[in-house]
Nanobody
Framework: QVQLVESGGGLVQPGGSLRLSCAAS????????MGWYRQAPGKQRELVAY???????IYADSVKGRFTISRDNAKSTVYLQMNNLKPDDTAVYYC???????????WGRGTQVTVSS
């Protein structure tokens, strides 16, 4: 059973920072692609960033230069450091584990991030 458990969301003022964490099942973490997606009210879920097992990363244009994704294989945890947050970043953020063959996707339950003054 694959489990993804997010934490670290909350309310922050514009310009502030948050760090999201996603703890994954150790059996998949080291070889699967790990990512963060978000879904704002009334909008489709969109990719924020992902990191491959080899460490290469991809970011959505809207977060480049502000967000950083990283992974700690020893802890089976992926992180999303979010700096200079904007109101448009308000959304539920979901952790994703992806295996390209299939493909196969697993999702966490999500964590709310609200950017507001």
């Amino acid at each position: 059973q694959v489990q993804l458990v997010e934490s670290g969301g909350g309310l922050v003022q514009p310009g502030g920072s948050l760090r999201l964490s996603c703890a994954a099942s150790p059996s998949i973490f080291s070889v699967w692609r790990m990512g963060w997606y978000r879904q704002a009210p009334g909008k489709q879920r969109e990719l924020v960033a992902y990191i491959r097992s080899a460490g290469t990363t991809i970011y959505a244009d809207s977060v480049k230069g502000r967000f950083t994704i990283s992974r700690d294989n020893a802890k089976s945890t992926v992180y999303l450091q979010m700096n200079n947050l904007k109101p448009d970043d308000t959304a539920v953020y979901y952790c994703n584990a992806n295996w390209a063959v299939g493909p196969i996707d697993y999702w966490g339950r999500g964590t709310q991030v609200t950017v507001s003054s």
